[in-house]
């Protein structure tokens, strides 16, 4: 991802142009929106192996394809996010259509559109569902490393079903991708935020410790203490940590019923050898959670160590007007991931098998049938375009990054042969008859 900051945009007109140095207008260039980047060539692949894991691990576990727009109205998210939240207060791309007025949002997640998504097309009618989908979400945060305004999500939900099984065996998806992409350095924190009458109750404690502590609130802690008290564990604000640690924990609190169910999943946890930590002050920035909530963690990406997280929201489905549904899910950042890869030193290519170079009219009509051939049976293969000497296009061979060069001329074409050259290992170049192309070329596979 180019991640590198971009100098100060400046502001232009819509056609914008500028005058160049000999007096001719030139048009003024266009940049990318700071906070929303580009993905270049070179840094895709590693992403193509985390969504192609990804995909992996979902259908591992039964989990089927599910998309939803990336535009939503904006009372989607107000509802289920929450609006005493930083998501909904101060963080959502929300703006009028222009023909009817509608307000409207770029998600800033996903939960709430598949959910939405669920009761519109009546999904959980006949069988509780489990779904995942892939995609950009939009948040207008302070960008920084892995930290962006536009940003990338896997995600997966189960829908209908109560738990705790399937919220362990999210967790348990979670590990599974780790260890196929080989990623180090990650731990998993979880908490139960229990059921809406034990947070009802949890509420007059906190306000009451917070009251106590109101010298080291912030404005955002001194505006959510009435309307949403348990936002305040989820601070960043330096003066009020130890006021947060010193709060009532509420998973100490919380019912039968919830206690229950965390019981379930940390007995399934246990039994699957998952290692955890109980974080009493894990709360989450979405206010449709309830009962387990948990995050995956790594120190390795500095102040932005939560790779992934999740947890259930039973009542999401209701405060969307559906028929209450109970479900969890979790989303987890491929840019955090990718980034977390590079960090450990991983790396992934997506060079061709073969570069075919060519000089002459019938040798590049050779080039491209050879090309052609070895497509037929799977192979990537990059023809040499635009011109220039052998000794250029060599050059490009090497670049491209394939296994083997082939090398077609006048004496090429006259024989029937191809010349094929290893490029990656010191092997003698040879004559291979047009035939055999594609399986002395893929013995010199990476
Ligand atoms: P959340 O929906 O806030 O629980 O975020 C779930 C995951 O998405 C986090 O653990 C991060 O990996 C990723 N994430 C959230 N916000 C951002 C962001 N602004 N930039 C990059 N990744 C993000």
């Excluded at 700071?34 to 270049?40: I, P, Q, T």
């Excluded at 089927?64 to 009372?75: D, G, H, Q």
């Amino acid at each position: 991802m180019s991640t590198t900051e971009k100098p100060g945009s400046q502001v232009i007109s819509p056609r914008g142009s500028d005058t160049a140095a000999g007096g001719a207008p030139r048009a003024t260039r266009l940049q990318a929106v700071r906070g929303m980047n580009d993905v270049l060539p070179d840094e895709a692949p590693l992403w193509q192996r985390v969504e192609d894991a990804a995909r992996t691990v979902f259908a591992q576990y039964g989990y089927r394809n599910l998309r939803v727009p990336v535009v939503e109205a904006t009372a989607l998210f107000v509802r289920g996010i929450g609006d005493a939240t930083d998501i909904v207060e101060k963080e959502m791309y929300t703006f009028a259509d222009r023909l009817n007025g509608d307000s409207l949002t770029l998600r800033p997640e996903a939960t709430a559109g598949i959910v939405r998504a669920a009761i519109e097309h009546s999904l959980t009618y006949e069988r509780p569902q489990r779904v995942w989908t892939m995609g950009p979400m939009f948040r207008h945060e302070r960008p920084q490393k892995g930290r962006y305004r536009q940003f990338h999500q896997l995600d997966a939900e189960a829908l209908g079903f109560e738990g705790p099984d399937v919220d362990a065996e999210q967790i348990m998806m979670l590990a599974r991708l780790w260890k196929a992409l080989g990623l180090a350095d990650v731990s998993l924190k979880i908490n139960s935020i229990g059921d809406a009458d034990d947070r009802l109750r949890h509420r007059a404690l906190l306000i009451e410790h917070f009251e106590r502590h109101r010298d080291v609130l912030d404005a955002d802690a001194e505006r959510r203490l009435h309307a949403n008290p348990l936002r305040l564990l989820d601070s960043k604000h330096p003066p009020m940590q130890e006021a947060i640690r010193l709060a009532p924990r509420l998973i100490d609190r919380i019912g039968a019923p919830a206690r229950a169910h965390f019981e379930g999943l940390t007995a399934a946890l246990d039994a699957a050898g998952i290692a955890y930590e109980v974080d009493a002050r894990l709360v989450r920035g979405l206010d449709y959670y309830n009962r387990p909530v948990f995050e995956w963690v790594t120190g390795a990406l500095g102040a932005q160590g939560a790779i992934a997280g999740g947890g259930r929201y039973d009542g999401l489905a209701a405060l969307l007007g559906g028929k209450p549904m109970p479900a969890c899910g979790y989303a987890c950042g491929i840019e955090r991931l990718v980034l977390l890869l590079r960090e450990q030193g991983a790396t992934a290519h997506d060079a061709p098998l073969a570069y075919v170079a060519h000089a002459g009219d019938a040798a590049a009509r050779m080039a491209l049938a050879v090309a052609e051939s070895l497509r037929d049976r799977g192979h990537a293969v990059v023809v040499h375009a635009g011109g220039g000497s052998l000794k250029s296009q060599m050059k490009r061979a090497d670049a491209s990054g394939a296994a083997v060069a082939l090398i077609i001329g006048d004496d090429e074409v006259a024989a029937g042969t191809v010349t094929l050259k290893p490029l990656r290992v010191a092997a003698p170049q040879s004559a291979v008859a047009v035939a055999d192309v594609a399986a002395r070329a893929a013995s010199y596979a990476a």
